[in-house]
């Protein structure tokens, strides 16, 4: 499983204040999986996801392995109450061995152990859903065992929130993935209250952390993909981050304006009232494209394979246009290499009647809903690969560079 490790630092001669602030940085070294996505019984898309460990409970903690999500708001497991057939294949979190859990309903209030009619909560999470009861609970990114809470939180590296017991999972997606649970790391009014923010309550009860957190995902699978907390990681990226405001930070999203979007130097009519929105997701393995410009943005990115069309190019490696999101402080650049699917797709011309190879874009059409702008793009995956980025909790803003 993943292991989790402190960022280490010699700091002689320097003041000690800042010493105890570098090491609140905490970094959560994530696995990596891919699962395929059928179509009767073609692979049609792969979806990615990247999982660390965290630790629940105490004196003896309980180790899960969660999705850290900057697209929601709450943190859950599966509890040991349920039942559903995803459930019997991850960890199960069992109430009776923490000394530091709290029930709660949703409001926070204490309700006993044993109350039979409990609050519950039903969260959706892209294709699935969950249900879940409350509990007051210690979360820690180290291993704390035979600590009570008091001394784990000193550590720096633990917190107490409200998270969410699972006791029904969806079949789809959960029982394809690995990871136990999901880590919402979207800003506080994503959640039902602060006290559910993992790393709100993190900010809150660690003076010496600075409040940001870095998401590496790395470009190979020899070099593990990392989150840190309480600041970036300066060696997984090249040069300065350059930062773009959150725009509305009360939506709970982490998202930005945009200026405008170029495809191969064309502006795209969308965004030309600069009104589109930009969401930086860990928990997407797409781009995602708002639905109502997603088959002309595909049109845009298209491009045929000269040659034998029946030989099988990477589209990755097969030219194609530029696409440029202009933040205003920020540009993100995607090339062909990270928006196209690997195998291009045979098709028939209409007017010759010959077969000919066209590369395509992978992209997740965007659903108006909810408090999403019906012109939201989500940078996912495919973006995080080529960016670092950092998230600053206090000046809600999000630093890009360059990964390395």
């Not at 499983?1 to 630092?9: D, K, N, T, V």
């Not at 040991?80 to 019997?88: F, I, N």
């Not at 997701?281 to 797409?286: C, I, M, P, R």
Request: aromatic residues 10%.
């Amino acid at each position: 499983m993943p292991s989790l490790y402190l960022l280490a630092f010699l700091a002689l001669g320097q003041p000690q204040l800042q010493s105890a602030a570098r090491a609140a940085i905490h970094t959560v070294a994530l696995s990596k999986q891919h699962v395929p996505v059928h179509r009767g019984d073609r692979v049609v898309a792969t979806k990615t996801a990247y999982f660390g460990s965290v630790y629940v409970g105490l004196p003896d903690p309980q180790t899960f392995t969660v999705l850290f999500d900057t697209g929601s708001g709450h943190f859950f497991v599966p509890s040991s109450k349920c039942a559903s057939e995803p459930c019997y294949v991850h960890r199960r979190y069992e109430r009776n061995t923490s000394s530091s859990a709290v029930d709660i309903d949703h409001d926070g209030l204490e309700v006993p152990a044993d109350t039979e009619e409990r609050d519950q909560v039903a969260i959706a999470y892209g294709t699935g859903e969950i249900v879940g009861e409350f509990a007051r609970e210690t979360v820690c990114l180290g291993n704390h065992s035979g600590e009570d809470s008091d001394s784990a939180l000193r550590s720096l590296e633990c917190t107490r929130l409200r998270v969410i017991f699972a006791t029904e999972l969806t079949t789809e997606p959960f029982y394809a993935f690995e990871f136990d649970g999901v880590l919402g790391l979207g800003l506080d009014s994503l959640a039902l209250d602060p006290e559910f923010s993992f790393f709100g309550q993190m900010e809150k009860l660690n003076g010496l952390m600075e409040p940001l957190f870095g998401v590496f995902v790395s470009q190979s699978d020899e070099v593990a993909s990392e989150i840190t907390f309480g600041g970036p990681d300066a060696q997984r990226f090249s040069g300065d981050l350059q930062w773009a405001p959150v725009f509305k930070p009360e939506l709970g999203y982490w998202q930005m304006k945009v200026r405008n979007i170029t495809v191969g130097g064309e502006p795209l009519d969308l965004c030309e009232e600069g009104d589109c929105i930009a969401i930086a997701d860990t928990g997407t393995s797409l781009v995602g494209v708002p639905k109502q410009a997603a088959q002309y943005v595909h049109w845009l990115l298209a491009r045929k394979v000269e040659g034998d069309p029946f030989q099988a190019p990477d589209c990755r490696h097969h030219e194609g246009p530029e696409v440029v999101f202009d933040l205003g402080e920020v540009q993100i650049v995607i090339g062909p290499e990270d928006y196209s699917r690997p195998a291009g797709l045979r098709v028939i011309n209409n007017q010759t009647n010959e077969t000919e190879l066209i590369c395509r874009a992978s992209l997740l059409p965007v659903e108006e809903g909810g408090s999403l702008s019906p012109k939201t793009f989500i940078l996912g995956e495919p973006v995080l690969r080529k960016y670092y980025t950092a998230y600053d909790w206090r000046e809600k803003r999000i630093g890009w560079a360059l990964a390395k």
